[in-house]
């Protein structure tokens, strides 16, 4: 057991005890010895009762955080997981794990909540909860995980444009955008997937686009079949850049939420619109003109069918039809 300075700070090291292949150090965090001894006397008296008395040792929200960020660094959310837990660290940094309990958690839900939607605050003590579960099912870093609140669930905003509308919008914005706006609506591709596409995703001839699993949302391929109208944006395009569709000026389009865009929206006297919004447009539009749901989730890309089943109010003729079998049985009775 030993105490010993290295650069700033005071270091402690520790003979492996049970568990442990290799020799224990961690810093005290404090250039005052007299503090770093206090540490080292409180740690070396946690460390006996975990070897000899079978006591697990106490571990804080940043050492849990730092293991998740650690483990799930693969993870396509990654940067937005790191970016979640800087938010929740004036809450519960420096917090052990068997201090964090249902009550803390509905506090924290509160503050979150603050300006933001439900499935905002829903994701971020979804990350909570996976890695409290985590700690406590797969690290045994405490005995059992506090149940973490969530808001109920709801169907989420659904706005779209009706045909009018979308021709005002496409008069008002300028070339480049109205190009970008006029293919989401013909593939119901997000944003992101429309500004990064590239002419080797596309075949012109087979009148399909591909994007590959780890640059789409749910993480599987989409491929998407390609109508008149996102053709005609393609062909309008053609010979602009060498690698990706849609740019301007030369350079390709990484912002569409642009003083452009917020005008024309403004000219065209459309309100309350964003432009993931023409995803929703797209859906809407193919629900009123008689698709299916199977038929939808595939062309959208949507990963499970219940995300489709939002539009289903849109177009109630199809179940009109099916109401209608009965008809025939009442009139055989009759």
Same mark, same amino acid.
């Given at each position: 057991?030993?105490?010993?300075?290295?650069?700033?700070?005071?270091?402690?090291?520790?003979?492996?005890?049970?568990?442990?292949?290799?020799?224990?150090?961690?810093?005290?965090?404090?250039?005052?010895?007299?503090?770093?001894?206090?540490?080292?006397?409180?740690?070396?008296?946690? *460390? =006996?009762? /975990?070897?000899? !008395? %079978?006591? +697990?040792?106490?571990?804080?929200?940043?050492? $849990?955080?730092?293991?998740?960020?650690?483990?799930?660094?693969?993870?396509?959310?990654?940067?937005?997981?790191?970016?979640?837990? *800087? =938010?929740? /660290?004036?809450? !519960? %940094?420096? +917090?052990?794990?068997?201090?964090?309990?249902? $009550?803390?958690?509905?506090?924290?839900?509160?503050?979150?909540?603050?300006?933001?939607?439900?499935?905002?605050?829903?994701?971020?003590?979804?990350?909570?909860?996976?890695?409290?579960? +985590?700690?406590?099912?797969?690290?045994?870093?405490?005995?059992?995980?506090?149940?973490?609140?969530?808001?109920?669930?709801?169907?989420?905003?659904?706005?779209?444009?009706?045909?009018?509308?979308?021709?005002?919008?496409?008069?008002?914005?300028?070339?480049?955008?109205?190009?970008?706006?006029?293919?989401?609506?013909?593939?119901?591709?997000?944003?992101?997937?429309?500004?990064?596409?590239?002419?080797?995703?596309?075949?012109?001839?087979?009148?399909?686009?591909?994007?590959?699993?780890?640059?789409?949302?749910?993480?599987?391929?989409?491929?998407?079949?390609?109508?008149?109208?996102?053709?005609?944006?393609?062909?309008?395009?053609?010979?602009?850049?060498?690698?990706?569709?849609?740019?301007?000026?030369?350079?390709?389009?990484?912002?569409?939420?642009?003083?452009?865009?917020?005008?024309?929206?403004?000219?065209?006297?459309?309100?309350?619109?964003?432009?993931?919004?023409?995803?929703?447009?797209?859906?809407?539009?193919?629900?009123?003109?008689?698709?299916?749901?199977?038929?939808?989730?595939?062309?959208?890309?949507?990963?499970?069918?219940?995300?489709?089943?939002?539009?289903?109010?849109?177009?109630?003729?199809?179940?009109?039809?099916?109401?209608?079998?009965?008809?025939?049985?009442?009139?055989?009775?009759?």
């Amino acid at each position: 057991m030993t105490l010993y300075k290295r650069e700033k700070y005071w270091w402690v090291k520790f003979a492996p005890i049970k568990g442990e292949l290799k020799p224990f150090f961690k810093s005290t965090g404090t250039a005052v010895k007299r503090d770093a001894q206090k540490y080292h006397d409180k740690l070396m008296a946690e *460390r =006996w009762e /975990q070897d000899k !008395l %079978g006591v +697990k040792p106490c571990h804080t929200w940043d050492e $849990a955080a730092a293991k998740f960020l650690e483990e799930t660094s693969h993870k396509r959310t990654h940067e937005w997981d790191k970016s979640m837990l *800087r =938010w929740f /660290q004036p809450l !519960l %940094g420096g +917090k052990e794990l068997v201090d964090i309990n249902r $009550a803390l958690l509905d506090q924290v839900r509160v503050v979150r909540g603050k300006g933001v939607s439900t499935s905002t605050v829903n994701r971020y003590m979804a990350l909570v909860r996976t890695i409290l579960r +985590k700690a406590c099912n797969e690290w045994e870093w405490i005995d059992r995980a506090p149940k973490v609140g969530m808001f109920r669930d709801t169907e989420g905003r659904i706005r779209s444009l009706s045909r009018d509308e979308f021709t005002r919008l496409l008069a008002e914005l300028p070339p480049h955008l109205a190009d970008m706006a006029q293919f989401s609506v013909a593939t119901g591709l997000r944003q992101a997937n429309v500004t990064r596409l590239q002419w080797k995703q596309i075949s012109l001839e087979r009148r399909h686009l591909w994007v590959a699993g780890n640059d789409h949302k749910n993480g599987r391929p989409h491929s998407v079949p390609l109508n008149e109208a996102a053709l005609d944006v393609l062909q309008r395009r053609q010979g602009d850049h060498l690698t990706h569709v849609f740019t301007y000026e030369g350079n390709p389009i990484a912002q569409v939420n642009t003083k452009a865009w917020r005008n024309a929206l403004l000219r065209a006297e459309i309100h309350d619109f964003r432009w993931h919004d023409l995803r929703h447009t797209f859906a809407t539009w193919h629900r009123e003109a008689g698709t299916p749901t199977h038929e939808l989730q595939r062309l959208g890309g949507w990963k499970t069918q219940s995300m489709v089943e939002r539009y289903a109010h849109v177009a109630p003729e199809g179940l009109q039809y099916a109401a209608g079998r009965l008809d025939r049985l009442f009139q055989a009775q009759t």
